[in-house]
């Protein structure tokens, strides 16, 4: 019997950006991320978003990798991932920036307090509103190129109690929650002074 031999044909492995964990999450999260079908050894090259490099990562001798970054400020939304081999070529994925009000200073005090906030992830250059308790738009501000804004505004007389502050963003839609402490306060005593049977007149 004659021997028919054999026939050869190819196959190309293309490299992929596979695994994103988690998938969305605020400024300073920490991102997990897996790859596979880059060439061994070879230096990868991690964008995200607006940064370029923000890690690298060298893959091991089965074409595959897992790495770590964190975050940073950028802009809410949808927001590209790309693992960069010079050899075997690119794959891309996706993490979704979300908003949050990660900042109250002071985070308790007397009606009169003069409250500083920050938030990140917002839309760039976005009109944010500022609600404090039953008090609607107590103050607004603009986000800059990176989605980020500080403002303050002053404790407007509400009741005793953790009262909740929300940032919304007026283009985006996102909302950020944190919280601020209203303590009581006998802010006037009137007069100051005064004998026995005087009338005093107290506010609080």
Same mark, same amino acid.
């Given at each position: 019997d004659s021997v028919a031999g054999e026939a050869i044909n190819?196959?190309?492995i293309l490299p992929e950006l596979w695994s994103v964990t988690p998938t969305a999450g605020t400024v300073g999260k920490i991102v997990t991320l897996r790859g596979t079908g880059y060439k061994? &050894?070879?230096?990868?090259?991690?964008?995200? &978003?607006?940064?370029k490099t923000i890690t690298t990562i060298s893959v091991d001798m089965q074409g595959s990798f897992t790495t770590t970054f964190t975050v940073d400020t950028q802009s809410y939304g949808s927001t590209t991932i790309i693992a960069v081999d010079p050899v075997a070529g690119e794959a891309i994925n996706y993490f979704k920036i979300i908003v949050e009000l990660y900042s109250v200073t002071p985070t308790q005090g007397t009606v009169g307090t003069i409250v500083t906030i920050k938030g990140t992830g917002y839309k760039a250059n976005e009109e944010i509103r500022i609600d404090f308790g039953v008090k609607s738009s107590i103050t607004t501000t603009l986000a800059d190129g990176t989605g980020s804004w500080t403002v303050t505004f002053t404790v407007d007389t509400q009741s005793y109690g953790w009262t909740t502050i929300k940032s919304k963003g007026l283009t985006s839609q996102g909302e950020g929650i944190n919280y601020f402490k209203i303590l009581p306060e006998l802010w006037s005593v009137t007069p100051t002074e005064g004998t026995v049977g005087k009338i005093v007149t107290l506010r609080g």
């Open positions: 190819y196959f190309k061994a &050894g070879e230096l990868i090259t991690i964008h995200f &978003g607006t940064t």
